[in-house]
C-alpha cells in the first residue's frame, strides 16, 4: 500500500474539552503523521461549503452551527493506506455504533459533536486538503 494524505478536522466540541493533544496521541500512536495543522475559526460559509453535500439532510442547518460555533484543528494525516486507516481510527458516526478504542468511542459528545472528520475517499481528501492548505503549508 502506497503512503497517503488525508484531510482531518478536529472538531469545536474537542477544542472546546481540551482534547487537541489526546487526539492527536491517538493519531500519532497508531502511525499517522501530522504533515500539516492550524487552529481556525470557520466561518458559516466555509461550512456551508464544506458539508454541501449533505445541505438537504435534516441535520445541515445546525451541522454548519456547531461547525462554526468554536475553533477547529484542521489536519492533514500522512501514512500507508491514510484514508481508510483515519476512518477506522475514529469510528463510526455515531459514538454509541463506535468501536472500543476509536476516537470516537474515546471521545465524542454526540453523533453531531464527535469529534473528529476524516475524508471518506483519496479523491475527497485531496478537494478537502486543497481547500484549506497551501501546497508549502504541508511538510511531509
Ligand atoms: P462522517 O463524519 O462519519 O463521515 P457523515 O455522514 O459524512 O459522517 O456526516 C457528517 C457529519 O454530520 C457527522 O460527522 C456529524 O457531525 C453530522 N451528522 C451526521 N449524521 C447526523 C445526524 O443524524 N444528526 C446530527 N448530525 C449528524
Redesign the pocket.
Known amino acids: 500500500m502506497a503512503t497517503e494524505r488525508t484531510f482531518s478536522i478536529l472538531k469545536p466540541d474537542a477544542t472546546r474539552r481540551n482534547l487537541t493533544g489526546k487526539i492527536n496521541a491517538v493519531f500519532e500512536e497508531k502511525g499517522l503523521r501530522i504533515v500539516a495543522q492550524k487552529r481556525i475559526q470557520m466561518t458559516q460559509q466555509m461550512a456551508e461549503t464544506f458539508?454541501g453535500v449533505?445541505k438537504e439532510r435534516p441535520?445541515f442547518k445546525?451541522?454548519v452551527s456547531f461547525m462554526t460555533s468554536g475553533p477547529v484543528v484542521v489536519q492533514v494525516l500522512e501514512g500507508e493506506d491514510a484514508v481508510a486507516k483515519n476512518r477506522e481510527i475514529m469510528g463510526a458516526?455515531n459514538p454509541a455504533n463506535a468501536a472500543e478504542g476509536t476516537i470516537r468511542k474515546l471521545f465524542a459528545e454526540s453523533?453531531?459533536a464527535?469529534s473528529v472528520?476524516g475524508s471518506?475517499s483519496p479523491e475527497n481528501a485531496a478537494i478537502e486538503i486543497a481547500y484549506f492548505f497551501a501546497g508549502n503549508e504541508i511538510v511531509g
Open positions: 458539508y449533505h441535520f445546525d451541522l458516526t453523533i453531531e464527535n472528520h471518506d
